[in-house]
């Protein structure tokens, strides 16, 4: 049983729109593994003035990662007070764990024209798509399904279990992917972050302050 209620039908959507805000909201999605944290790490090196939205999460750290920079690492308590709080521009549970993009870092980034790049998965994005009217999605791709599964099963990271939930729900990302506007295909990370950076720049569909 997770201690996290699910979300009331409609709440997050219902509230005040981020449309009236000059700078550009980019998603980026994909199935676990598939690359998305090389790629934006070579997209945040090659376009250093992007800013990067770090996310909440109830899942624990990974060694080596820092509380702040990856994620904000919350428990279930933290997490909760945020959503009820209204303090999340949206949120989903993934793999079992809770993530949610805290609304005003964004807000605040958006006012002051500034490109922010979200890393959320399709149910997240979802979410945001009527809400932040202007927004880039961006489906990363693997070169082929059986890549993506050899990807995950490098990835020392997860317990078996882990690695066969992960592999279920990449199925299912890969599936629910059909929206985006933008896919891109993680054959060469370099290559990967280049593309972005040109979708980035040749769509400027500012929000136009409507
Ligand atoms: P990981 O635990 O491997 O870092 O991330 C697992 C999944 O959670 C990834 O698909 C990632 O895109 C997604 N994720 C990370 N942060 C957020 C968030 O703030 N909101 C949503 N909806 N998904 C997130």
Do not use: C
């Not at 990856?70 to 007070?81: E, I, K, L």
């Amino acid at each position: 049983m997770n201690p996290v209620p699910a979300r009331p039908e409609g709440t997050p959507a219902k509230r005040r729109r981020l449309s009236i805000a000059p700078g550009r909201l980019i998603v980026l999605s994909g199935p676990s593994g598939v690359g998305k944290d090389t790629v934006l790490q070579e997209l945040f090196r090659i376009a250093p003035w992007l800013h990067y939205s770090i996310s909440y999460t109830t899942r624990p750290p990974r060694p080596g990662e820092v509380d702040g920079v990856a994620y904000s690492f919350v428990d279930d308590a933290r997490f909760q007070a945020l959503r009820d709080h209204h303090e999340l521009l949206e949120y989903a549970e993934v793999h079992g764990h809770w993530y949610g993009t805290g609304e005003a870092r964004v807000r605040e980034s958006l006012e002051r024209g500034e490109d922010i790049v979200l890393k959320i998965d399709v149910q997240g994005a979802a979410w945001i798509r009527p809400r932040v009217p202007g927004a880039i999605f961006i489906f990363l791709l693997p070169p082929s399904p059986e890549e993506l599964r050899r990807r995950l099963t490098e990835r020392a990271t997860e317990s078996a279990d882990g690695l066969e939930l992960r592999w279920e729900n990449a199925r299912t990302e890969l599936a629910d992917q059909g929206w985006y506007d933008y896919r891109v295909v993680n054959d060469d990370v370099q290559r990967a972050a280049r593309e972005i950076l040109e979708i980035i720049e040749r769509d400027r569909p500012r929000t136009d302050h409507q």
